[in-house]
Antibody
Framework: EVQLVQSGAEVKKPGESLRISCKGS????????ISWVRQMPGKGLEWMGR????????NYSPSFQGHVTISADKSISTAYLQWSSLKASDTAMYYC??????????????WGQGTLVTVSS | AIRITQSPSSLSASTGDRVTITCRAS??????LAWYQQKPGKAPKLLIY???TLQSGVPSRFSGSGSGTDFTLTISCLQSEDFATYYC?????????FGPGTKVDIK
């Protein structure tokens, strides 16, 4: 079974750093891209960026460029989303999702179960 | 970025009803559109890709149509497990963008 399993919920203070993870199983991790998607409380879905785990090439949405870093360790089939300095406005559910590494096939399936990040002083 | 709108933003329906949700792109996206279902506290689930191709395991009461800028998701006979929020997503160009969602609840 193809699965993405994310790390657990986090509670952080403003200014702290954080890295959350997404581990793939049941498929060749380097044959698909991984994207990260934000969902703020009660809101819709926003694409943040993606990584090609085979070479760690990344693309970011302009809305998130410079505020988050996406990385991957193909040896352990895991992608990461990290912040160097969290803000209260980063409070949200974060999902990872797999998609094909071919243009024109970039729908997301499957999705991880989500990681809730709460940033509060 | 390509903007996606959905209508309605919410609707109330009864079990057995036929439900149609519309998605419109700000520019032509050919058939590069997917539909997702999200239930409260759960991750989104892919229903349809390439505008009209049903994902494996998704019930046949779900169908999609359209190309260019206008698309529809139809649930032919609403079941209790279909009450959820539905999102469309374009993948014609980066960044991929989602519609704001349509919440389907019980009348």
């Amino acid at each position: 079974e193809v699965q993405l399993v994310q790390s657990g919920a986090e509670v952080k203070k403003p200014g702290e750093s954080l890295r959350i993870s997404c581990k793939g199983s049941g498929y060749s991790f380097t044959s698909y891209w991984i994207s990260w998607v934000r969902q703020m409380p009660g809101k819709g879905l926003e694409w943040m960026g993606r990584i090609d785990p085979s070479d760690s090439y990344t693309n970011y949405s302009p809305s998130f460029q410079g505020h988050v870093t996406i990385s991957a360790d193909k040896s352990i089939s895991t992608a990461y989303l990290q912040w160097s300095s969290l803000k209260a406005s980063d409070t949200a559910m974060y999902y990872c999702a797999r998609h094909e590494a071919v243009a024109g096939t970039n729908w997301f399936d499957p999705w991880g179960q989500g990681t809730l990040v709460t940033v509060s002083s | 970025a390509i903007r996606i709108t959905q209508s309605p933003s919410s609707l109330s329906a009864s079990t057995g009803d036929r439900v149609t949700i519309t998605c419109r792109a700000s520019q032509g996206i050919s058939s590069y559109l997917a539909w997702y279902q999200q239930k409260p506290g759960k991750a989104p689930k892919l229903l349809i890709y390439a505008a009209s191709t049903l994902q494996s395991g998704v019930p046949s009461r779900f169908s999609g149509s359209g190309s260019g800028t206008d698309f529809t998701l139809t649930i032919s006979c609403l079941q209790s497990e279909d009450f959820a929020t539905y999102y469309c997503q374009q993948y014609y160009s980066y960044p991929p963008t989602f519609g704001p969602g349509t919440k389907v609840d019980i009348k």
